[in-house]
């Protein structure tokens, strides 16, 4: 399972950078394969352990802000490994 995923804190004012680190933090320290962007943060593994970084990592940013925005993008593929990987692969042979 692959999850794509965006934490937003609300009411801390326009500065996020802490409260997001706090969750970047969480999902680095899970062992999980993971990549975090501009926009998102994906990790790679298995439903429940996913779910769990997912869960720590807003209750994080939780600890700091009084609201928090959860968006969740996820490719639920039984059997799948090192799909961050083979996904770009694949799509690499097809460009240019």
């Not at 090192?82 to 240019?96: I, N």
């Given at each position: 399972?692959?999850?794509?995923?965006?934490?937003?804190?609300?009411?801390?004012?326009?500065?996020?950078?802490?409260?997001?680190?706090?969750?970047?933090?969480?999902?680095?320290?899970?062992?999980?394969?993971?990549?975090?962007?501009?926009?998102?943060?994906?990790?790679?593994?298995?439903?429940?352990?996913?779910?769990?970084?997912?869960?720590?990592?807003?209750?994080?940013?939780?600890?700091?802000?009084?609201?928090?925005?959860?968006?969740?993008?996820?490719?639920?593929?039984?059997g799948v490994?090192?799909?961050?990987?083979?996904?770009?692969?694949?799509?690499?042979?097809?460009?240019?």
């Open positions: 399972m692959i999850v794509a995923f965006s934490i937003t804190p609300l009411g801390v004012g326009e500065g996020v950078a802490e409260p997001v680190a706090r969750a970047v933090q969480v999902v680095r320290e899970s062992g999980l394969p993971n990549r975090t962007d501009a926009m998102f943060t994906t990790i790679e593994g298995e439903w429940d352990e996913v779910m769990d970084v997912v869960r720590r990592a807003v209750d994080a940013v939780s600890e700091v802000a009084p609201r928090v925005s959860l968006v969740l993008k996820a490719d639920v593929r039984p490994t090192d799909g961050m990987t083979t996904k770009l692969q694949s799509l690499e042979r097809h460009l240019p």
